[in-house]
């Protein structure tokens, strides 16, 4: 249960160690494959999000976050984690089977810890691998500038600990509201 309260509360950890572990790559290998990776991520974000507007749905429990992301389908750690297997496959193939069993934990942890619906899962899961696979064609053929791969690597790193930050202060700020609210 540790390990789900923690994808949960710091989702993006187990990626940016697996970037790290990354790193020892050709440099300009590693840099267009973070570079895609921060696109493909920005893009994930926008879709969920958008069909998280898109279609209103309620989740299972009242859940802390902010108010774009409070609705249900599609779970957007789903979403990320499962469309990252084809766009890693088309960056680099052999790495690709490390995403599927992270994939899969990050899935049942959001029906484990009762966030999302089934529904919200496996709509995730599609528009996931849908986005991977766009975002993977595209971008493994896409040439990046040494300045805009520099620009976008390092926009990939800061993205975890930024998101970080704001999530753990927005939502312990959420949860304070949510029990004055539900006290009052």
């Known amino acids: ?17 697996m970037a790290l572990a990354y790193s020892h790559l050709e440099v300009e290998k590693a840099l267009h494959t973070f570079s895609a990776s921060f696109l ?5 974000i926008l879709v ?21 992301a409070r609705y249900d389908i599609p779970s957007l750690h789903t979403l990320i ?8 496959y088309f960056l680099d193939s052999k790495y690709a089977f490390f995403f599927v069993p992270l994939a899969l934990v990050y899935m049942y942890s ?3 810890l009762g966030f999302h619906s089934k529904k ?12 991977g696979v766009v975002s993977g064609f595209v971008l493994s053929k896409m040439v990046f500038g040494l300045n ?5 690597t390092v926009s990939f790193f800061m993205l975890p600990l930024a998101a970080t930050v704001f ?5 312990r700020l959420s949860v304070i509201v949510f029990h004055r609210q539900k006290d009052g």
């Open 148 to 152: 805009e791969s520099i620009f976008l």
């Open 48 to 68: 969920g999000l958008f069909l998280k507007t898109l279609l209103k749905t309620k989740r299972p429990v009242e859940y802390p976050c902010i108010p774009v």
């Open 120 to 131: 919200a899962v496996y709509l995730g899961a599609l528009a996931g691998l849908v986005v």
């Open 81 to 88: 984690s499962v469309g990252a297997i084809p766009l890693i």
């Open 167 to 171: 999530r753990l202060k927005y939502i």
């Open 40 to 44: 493909f991520l920005l893009l994930s």
């Open 1 to 17: 249960m540790i390990l789900y309260k923690l994808i949960d509360r710091v989702p993006e950890m187990p990626y940016f160690m």
């Open 110 to 112: 959001r029906l484990k």
